[in-house]
Structure formats: structure tokens, C-alpha cells
């Protein structure tokens, strides 16, 4: 009678031939099996038992334990596969029973790599090497001792996002990028220079504005009794601009040359909106100060009081490089071109500009135009109007030797631009369109799509999944470009104005600094400067309320120091320290002097301008 049963062999029995027990199962089969005789001692070996011996009485059935394995759970490699398992330890034992599959997960090529295996993209070698660290894989795997399982459909490998170091060096890939360069005009001045008309007018003979618009604005010009604003209201957009003549927000254009592309930031003029003005002039390159030759107007807006004066400093504070003196309103029937009104503009503004820290012959170029009709802004204006003005800019007078406003803008060069350098790009605001889109000026380095970034002064990491500059989407953009980031994975709050997108070496974000400070004037209630005095730091696009916490000494405009002063006044310089209400992302001025100039406010005034000198250490 044929019995079915079944045989259990100790693990190390491998091959039949070579054991007592015979693998032709008729025999075992056409004899009455007795159990107790077959049964198998787990730790006798095949060669040690013999047939038809009784064997020991059977032990009690236990379950199965778990199969062992040699694996040093502090083995990296073991580590790094069982976090791609998601910590499922038989996927992990699956997973490292194929490893010819394991090189597809980043993780663990750079794994190996750092085990010196050669991997294909880090030293630019040929193909070959990837073998190498195929067999490092199997050979690491073979190491643990896993027992290898049955045939499984191997996992496809989940999606990793390729990440860009932080520090990019530059392809020289600039297909995407207009080869142009791209410079930040800001157009500065007392109220009714005519700023807007002159920004208005380069648009309009630019071709950025058509007729027909021209013809809407004069008409709405002229509802108003205002028919000389009509090219204004290019710039100035909103209604209660319009109906007061005030620009108060900053505009912003652009327009085209041969040479260069520009960006037109038309700041407000009226001392109530200096905020707004230097967050325009914080982002600018060449500053074009509008002066009306008119008279008395000239004067209004020179003398003290006057705008044109604060916004010359706050324009060479705020790192304007290149300044543009131009002398407004030649055809007003006060002027009428007649070269002694624009002698007299210029021989009361040279030694102004001076004090304030301008090299008159290399940073300041003076121009006269007629922002209404054009006349020197885009072509020259009629020799028969002006006689005087070619053999003077044919002889370089007054440091200008270009006959128009835009062959003048032209000529200017920014060797200082260093795109190889950290990122620094202060963010002047941000919106939220499908993720949060910061805007600003790329001050430094080369900012790049895909790139990893942090946001001082919080500290958090991001990736840049989308650029812009302009309205173009493009890949990378480089110093002086006005971009839109995409900052990946943060919310509105996680990047306000002031903040400051980096690279490293990051930035500081200090709540104290040393700065050295010149007092250009003072509230009316309090005409000296000391500790414990406040005001509003702005420094790039920041704002914050600051305090003076010490003065460590005065300069006198003598040139006479004073150690242990206790105050100082308006005229002097101050070396002191200045502690801000938050933490702000700023350098020195040595390291960067964008982001280590800055200016103190209040009451509507402007204290003093300063440049910082030195930070705290750096905590461990």
C-alpha cells in the first residue's frame, strides 16, 4: 500500500547521491514507513545518521522563527536601502538580492562612490568605469550573507528629484539670454522736474508706445486742464496720480537699444514718498537726477527743503553708480536754451555733488534736454534752437562727449559685475501665482533654474523651480538682471521684502553691527545724535526700526577726533554701534558693498547715511 509522505532534509544536505537515503522514492514508498525512524535530529548531519536507528522521541513542533541573516544593521549600505524600502526590511532583502538594479537610485551611487568607486559624470571618464562599481555593489551585497529569495518583478526605482549644487559654474550655455547687457535706470529729482514726461517720452520714441495711446493720454490730458502730462501717464498709471500730477508708487518700463536693455524706475519726487524712492533706487545702476532749468523752479528744488539734494545722496548711498545730471525744460520760455541758465544749473550743483561723495569727472555727466519734445533725449536737438551745444559736446564739456540722453546711456560700462560670485538677490516683493514668486535684482552671481538656495535671515533651504526675466522665461540670469523667482516649497510669509535669496557662502543676519555714520541732519527736537536714539534702517530693500546703542567715537569736520564722545551733531562722522528691532541680512561693506550700505530716517528726514564696517562672530 503506497503511503504519501514527506521527506525533510537538514539544510546541508545538497546532493542526494552522496547520503544513505535514497532519492528513488518507489523504495521509500513500498515500505510501511515508521514515523519515529525518520525522524530528523535539525542539528545531525547526514553522514552521522544511520537507517532504520530509533531516534530520539520527537520534540514538541515549534513555529518556524524568522530567517537570520548576517546583516550589520550599521552597514551604510544596508541603511541606505532599507530608507529607499521605507524601512519594509523582506523589500530590502529583495532589493539587495539584485543589485545590479541598485546603481539606479542616487543614493546609492554616491554611496559607493564615496567608497572609492569611480562613477560616470564625476570625472567625465568613459563608460567603462561604471563596471567597477557594479561589481563594488555585488561584491558589498555578497559581504551581508542574505539568502537570496524565489524570482521577483523587480521594483521600479522611485523618482528622484536631480538636485543642482548650490554653487553652479557657468556653462557658458547663454543661448536663452540676450546677449545685451541690462542696466536699472532710476529717474530722481524734486517734484515737477518732469521725470515722468522724460520717462513717458523715451517709450514713446523708443516705439514701446504706439500712437493711438499717445492720443488716448492727451485727451484724458486735457479733460484735466493738464494737456503738458499726457506722456506722463505712460508711467503714471493710476488715477489719483493723474488728477494731483504726483507719481507716489515707483514705475517700472522697459525699452530697447542697439547696445543695451533698459529698465526705467520712475521714483516719486514729493518728500512724503522718499520710502517708495529709495526702495526704486536700491535696485538701480545709473541714476538720471532731472533738473528743471525754469525759473525759480531750479531753485525750490535745490535749495534747503528741496528734494534734488536728498535724493543726490540717498542715490550715491544707495549704490548708484553712474549719475546723469539733466537740465530740464531748455525750451520753457524762461530758458530758451540760452547756455548761461544751464552754467548757472551746473556751477550750483557741482560742488553739492562733490560733498556728497561723487567723482565728478569719472560718476557725473550733465546733459540739456527737453523732455516734452524730445529735443537731446533721443535725437539731437536743432542747432538753430541751440547753436552752442556741439561745439560743447564735441570739446567733452562737462565730462560729456554724446550728443543725446540714450547715446550718453549707452556708453556707460559696470566692469564691477561679478557673475561667478554668490548669489545675492534682496527680494523687493512677492505674490502668489501656482507657488510664491519673488521679485528683485540680482545683485551678485548667477542665479539658476533648478538651483538650491537658502532665505536669510530665516535660515530655510528652498529650490528655484522657475526664472524669469522680465516676462521671458529663461535659464539663468546674471548680476544687474530684474528677475521673478519661483521659490519652491515656501509660502508668502516664508519670503517678505528685505529678505535676501543666497548662495553660499551665505550672508549674515545680525541684530547688531558697527557701522561708520556721517549725521547729515537732525529732528528739530533733538539736535544731537546719542545712545539710545531711534530711527528706520534701510538698508537694500529692508526696512527696520533701529536704535543707537553706543558711540564709540566722533570726527568733526576738522578732521578732529574725539575716542570716548558721548554725541554727535550734524556734520560729523561716527563710528557707533546700531541695534535693529529684527534680524537683518546685510555684509560689510568690504565683502559687499550693496548689502553693507545703508541709511538712518525719521520724522521724514534723512539722519545719516553709513556703511558697515563690522559684524558679530559667527556662533558655533
Known sequence: KQTSSILLLPANVTNCSTNPIQCNTTKITNERLQPERYILDADASAASWTPGVPAPAPAPVVEAAPMETDIDENDPL??????????????????????????????????????????????????????????????????????????????????????????????????????????????????????????GNILYLTDNVDKRTIEKYEREAKELNRESWFLAFIMDTNDEERAKGKTVEVGRATFNTDVKRYTILDAPGHKNYVPNMIMGASQADVGVLVISARKGEF????????????????????????????????????????????????????????????????EVKFIPISGLTGANVLDEVDPSECNWWKPAYTKAENNTSAKTLIGLLDSFQFPDRDASASVRLPVLDRYSDRGTIAMGKVESGTIREGMKVMVMPTRNEYKITGLWAGEEPVKKAKPGENVLVKVHGAGTEDVQKGFVICSPPYCRAVTKLICELAILDMPDNQPILTAGFNAIFHCHCAEEECEIVKIFETTDRKGKTNKNAAFASIGMRAVCMVETARSVPVDTFSHQPMMGRFTLRTEGKTIGIGKIVKLPPKKD
Not at 554653487?167 to 521725470?195: M, Q, S, T, Y
Not at 530740464?328 to 540760452?338: A, E, I
Open 299 to 362: 531753485e525750490t528744488g535745490f535749495d534747503r527743503g528741496g528734494q534734488t539734494r536728498e535724493h543726490a545722496m540717498l542715490a550715491k548711498t544707495l549704490g548708484v553708480t553712474h549719475l546723469v545730471v539733466v537740465i530740464n525744460k531748455m525750451d520753457d520760455p524762461t530758458v530758451q536754451w540760452k547756455k548761461e541758465r544751464y552754467d548757472e544749473c551746473i556751477g550750483k550743483l557741482k560742488p553739492f555733488l562733490k560733498s556728497c561723495g561723487y567723482k565728478i569727472k569719472k
Open 78 to 199: 544596508w541603511k541606505a536601502v532599507l530608507k529607499i524600502a521605507n524601512n519594509d526590511t523582506d523589500k530590502a532583502q529583495r532589493m539587495i538580492a539584485n543589485p545590479d538594479t541598485l546603481l539606479q537610485y542616487p543614493e546609492i551611487a554616491a554611496l559607493m562612490a564615496g567608497d572609492d568607486v569611480v562613477m560616470e559624470g564625476e570625472s567625465g571618464e568613459a563608460d567603462w568605469e561604471k563596471v567597477d562599481a557594479v561589481e563594488a555593489v555585488i561584491e558589498k551585497t555578497e559581504q551581508m550573507n542574505i539568502e537570496p529569495p524565489k524570482p521577483a518583478p523587480v521594483p521600479a526605482p522611485e523618482p528622484v528629484e536631480e538636485e543642482v549644487n548650490e554653487v553652479v559654474a557657468d556653462d557658458g550655455d547663454d543661448d536663452d539670454c540676450d546677449p545685451r547687457e541690462h542696466v536699472n535706470l532710476v529717474f530722481i529729482g524734486h517734484v515737477d522736474a518732469g521725470k515722468s514726461t522724460l520717462s
